[in-house]
């Protein structure tokens, strides 16, 4: 039994082991068939016309008019023979070394790559010939390394060394490459002017051998931003010119002296390219998006730049006009996108940018100081403390940890409504908010808040946990003015985030293969908050900013476009803010320091700017209107009362106010409170030799809004009713006749009903003497006699019941009595 069942195992393994070889020859056949078939369509369109055309890249505005071409398109094309013998050996040296011998691909490069293949599961990295990288340029842009291409580019690079000669293969090579990290380096003809002002046929050997060194990574050895790195790549090329013979021992030594510096143009910005800014965001974004890259591969690109505001946000940037952002050591930075549909419009990158500089408009983060207040802290309250916007936040002291932040005006000023507190910016206020929402739902959720609006969390916050000085904008690793417009954008949207985006679509030229960005980001928008919150925050902002109450929004309040905006200063005043959005658009500027030290306290840039793009869409004129949601309600509540309450008939109208609720989170109890005000504790009236009435009552203190009421009475009846705004000043009623006059003041509920209790003070206007009663006379004793007993007949007239100081003259005295209320 045992001999058997070792048979029959032995039986089984070789029955498993035909099967598996079997299966192995099926997929290698398979895999065979399926990589010829690959191969085939990929080189049966070949035509040597493809690589002949020299037509390039072009981006389109929003019109379809053409902004930008990349390449030749830029510049002249230069032939084969215009191009000096140095950069054909540098070239050579560096890249295809066996060029001028091979047919199109050299084998030593080939098996190479195949071995690394073989280590690699399927990618093939290197081995390509000059031949092959032109091949690779037109008929293989998605730069995807597998062995279908590269056996592609084998086979159509021997056929394009029998169409076409080796030196115009090198020619249209040397046309298409990128030599550096701007789009004004594509093509030898660019790229000999941009780095060093000159025609290609007059560059040296050092400058030849720069160039030819850029060409493997022309991201890297961009002389403009890393010089040390391009003189290594410099000398690396000369030393393969001198080992294959196209120079001396001598020569590469020399050469390697010649400091780069000396061999580029002074100024090492080229001239400026129209609208900049936003085709280097169009680049960028292609490339992300669809692992094309506009630079090498021919294609047609779609965009949503809206020509007017490009080029007044270019003006801006070059300062045309008007005197902005010329401070040294301070850069600028604004986004504006369609609110609807995150469709970026246009894009200030920074002052005076060109081509491939530092970017501040989605590039570079900052603190957003107070502008992230809509966002972190009371849209959050709406979504999940269900929060009115008549609630009434709390601005008093706040500790933490021996962290206790103020306001700006060092003052803290209790229950305020959210208007108050958005407008007036109270950082007392924002924390408190932010620090209920934490409470209720904690850090976790509030940082998943965050990212779902497009903001960027890195590893050690996430593992740290927020902390409470985001509340007021003290995030360290901080926000671009695109995300903040993103993000703006989406409390005008009604709670959607779109991910902002230039392009439409890109249309590959030599294929007619379209990627759609647009459809994508479309697709792929997501509701983040509910359109009862978007609706709330929006409400709050939008009143307070055309309330015209607060003179940072004064400008573009009076516009009258329903605009919702928030400012945003950082400490020292390092950056500043103005974030904004209308029913059509939402914008974010930041203007700021980028050098140590550096302080904005007497300039506001960030304001002006967003101003003036407030103004333009102004002149354009507001298409949409924000949308009120079926999950709201409008209803009366009592000021100050949570949970929310609704007036009774005895609640002080001043109490009273109209908010917007979510459904179902309304007041659900009756006001039952007993409404009073504070007592006037002192009221004074005076009487000047004018006959000007002056009036003083202590100043009221309570939580209501009153007006000070005086009250004149003359032989019983009321002749005079004033009321003052503050709580001293004269009165404009003269008493006309003498007598005693009866001054009572009073406080007064303003937009109510409710008074205080009542003072009241007398004053006594004495009767004129006739003109012939002051005549004088010759004094004799008996004169004397009777005009001393007249004196004394007239002070006692003067003198008051409590013993009152006389007045000026001996004519007007007060008296002072209590009064019921």
């Given at each position: 039994m045992k001999i058997l069942k070792n048979k029959s195992n032995k039986f089984s393994r070789q029955k498993i082991i035909k099967i598996v070889i079997s299966l192995v020859c099926v997929a290698l056949i398979g895999g065979g068939c399926y990589m010829g078939f690959s191969v085939f369509q990929q080189i049966k369109d070949f035509d040597i016309k493809n690589l002949t055309a020299t037509s390039t890249s072009r981006i389109l505005d929003a019109n379809g008019?053409?902004?930008?071409?990349?390449?030749?398109?830029?510049?002249?094309?230069?032939?084969?023979?215009?191009?000096?013998?140095?950069?054909?050996?540098?070239?050579?040296?560096?890249?295809?070394?066996?060029?001028?011998?091979?047919?199109?691909?050299?084998?030593p490069r080939i098996i190479k790559a195949f071995l690394t293949n073989i280590t690699h599961r399927g990618t093939i990295a290197g081995g390509s010939t000059i031949t092959q990288q032109l091949i690779k340029k037109t008929y293989y842009p998605d730069e995807e390394r597998t062995i279908q291409r590269k056996i592609g580019e084998v086979i159509l690079s021997i056929e394009a060394t029998k169409q076409t000669s080796k030196k115009k293969v090198m020619e249209l090579y040397l046309n298409k490459i990128y030599f550096g990290r701007s789009q004004q380096t594509i093509g030898i003809y660019s790229a000999s002017h941009y780095y060093f002002d000159k025609n290609p046929q007059d560059l040296t050997l050092p400058e030849a051998a720069l160039l030819?060194?850029?060409?493997?990574?022309?991201?890297?050895?961009?002389?403009?931003?890393?010089?040390?790195?391009?003189?290594?790549?410099?000398?690396?090329?000369?030393?393969?010119?001198?080992?294959?013979?196209?120079?001396?021992?001598?020569?590469?030594?020399?050469?390697?002296?010649?400091?780069?510096?000396?061999?580029?143009?002074?100024?090492?910005?080229?001239?400026?390219?129209?609208?900049?800014?936003?085709?280097?965001?169009?680049v960028r974004e292609v490339k992300e998006k669809t692992n094309y890259d506009p630079t090498k591969t021919n294609m047609t690109i779609y965009t949503y730049m809206d020509k007017d505001i490009q080029e007044r946000l270019d003006e801006i940037s070059e300062s045309k006009d008007y005197n902005y952002i010329r401070t040294n050591g301070t850069q600028v930075g604004s986004a504006v996108v369609s609110a609807k549909d995150g469709?970026?419009?246009?894009?200030?990158?920074?002052?005076?940018?060109?081509?491939?500089?530092?970017?501040?408009?989605?590039?570079?983060?900052?603190?957003?100081?107070?502008?992230?207040k809509p966002i972190l802290d009371y849209a959050p309250a709406f979504e999940y403390l269900y929060w009115s916007t008549g609630h009434t936040a709390d601005d008093s002291e706040f500790t933490q940890g021996g962290w206790s932040p103020k306001n700006w005006d060092k003052q803290v000023h209790g229950d305020v409504s959210l208007e108050e507190a958005l407008g007036n910016s109270w950082n007392l206020a924002a924390i408190h908010t932010f620090a209920a929402v934490e409470k209720e739902i904690g850090k976790d959720r509030l940082q998943t808040w965050l990212k779902n609006l497009g903001y960027t969390i890195n590893d050690k916050i996430n593992k740290n946990g927020l902390n409470t000085s985001w509340a007021i904008g003290g995030w360290d690793d901080g926000v671009t003015p695109l995300q903040q417009a993103a993000a703006y954008a989406t409390i005008s949207n009604g709670g959607t985030y779109i991910e902002p985006h230039a392009v439409d679509k890109i249309v590959i030229n030599t294929t007619g293969e379209t990627v759609n960005i647009d459809k994508d980001a479309q697709a792929n928008a997501k509701q983040v908050m509910t359109e009862a919150t978007a609706f709330l925050i929006r409400k709050v902002m939008t009143d307070y900013v055309k309330s015209g109450d607060y003179s940072s929004y004064t400008t573009v309040g009076a516009l009258d476009d329903n605009i919702?905006?928030?400012?945003?200063?950082?400490?020292?005043?390092?950056?500043?803010?103005?974030?904004?959005?209308?029913?059509?658009?939402?914008?974010?500027?930041?203007?700021?320091?980028?050098?140590?030290?550096?302080?904005?306290?007497?300039?506001?840039?960030?304001?002006?700017?967003?101003?003036?793009?407030a103004r333009l869409l102004h002149r354009r004129g507001v298409k949409n209107e924000y949308k009120t949601p079926n999950t709201v309600v409008e209803e009366k509540m009592v000021i100050g009362s949570y949970p929310y309450k609704s007036p009774s008939s005895s609640t002080p109208s001043s109490m009273v106010r109209s908010a917007w609720f979510v459904k179902g989170h309304t007041p659900n109890e009756t006001d039952t409170k007993t409404y009073s005000l504070e007592d006037l504790t002192s009221f004074s009236a005076s009487i000047s030799s004018s006959k000007e009435i002056e009036v003083q009552f202590a100043a009221y203190s309570g939580q209501y809004k009153v007006n000070y009421v005086v009250t004149i009475e003359h032989n019983g009846q009321t002749v005079a009713t004033e009321t003052l705004e503050s709580n001293s000043g004269k009165l404009s009623y003269q008493p006309s006749e003498a007598g005693v006059y009866k001054i009572t003041g009073y406080y007064k509920e303003k937009d109510g009903s409710m008074t205080s209790n009542k003072l009241s003070r007398e004053i006594?206007?004495?009767?004129?003497?006739?003109?012939?009663?002051?005549?004088?006379?010759?004094?004799?004793?008996?004169?004397s006699s009777n005009q001393q007993q007249n004196n004394a007949n007239q002070n006692n007239n003067n003198q008051t019941t409590n013993n009152q100081q006389q007045n000026q003259g001996n004519q007007n005295t007060t008296t002072q009595t209590p009064a019921q209320q």
């Open positions: 008019k053409v902004i930008y071409k990349f390449g030749t398109a830029t510049g002249e094309y230069v032939k084969y023979d215009d191009l000096p013998e140095v950069l054909i050996d540098a070239v050579v040296s560096a890249e295809d070394s066996r060029y001028f011998i091979h047919d199109g691909f050299d084998i030819a060194g850029a060409i493997n990574s022309p991201y890297w050895y961009d002389p403009f931003t890393d010089l040390t790195k391009a003189t290594n790549r410099r000398n690396t090329i000369l030393n393969l010119m001198y080992q294959h013979g196209y120079i001396t021992k001598e020569q590469c030594e020399a050469t390697k002296k010649v400091p780069i510096a000396n061999t580029l143009k002074s100024n090492p910005i080229a001239q400026n390219q129209d609208y900049a800014s936003y085709v280097d965001r169009v469709r970026i419009v246009g894009l200030l990158s920074a002052r005076d940018y060109k081509n491939g500089l530092m970017d501040y408009a989605y590039r570079s983060y900052h603190q957003p100081g107070s502008s992230i919702g905006a928030k400012t945003g200063t950082t400490n020292d005043a390092k950056d500043k803010w103005f974030c904004a959005y209308n029913p059509d658009y939402a914008w974010a500027t930041w203007n700021g320091g980028t050098e140590k030290g550096i302080s904005l306290s007497n300039t506001n840039d960030a304001k002006k700017i967003s101003e003036d793009i006594t206007i004495q009767e004129e003497k006739k003109p012939e009663e002051t005549q004088q006379t010759t004094e004799t004793p008996e004169n």
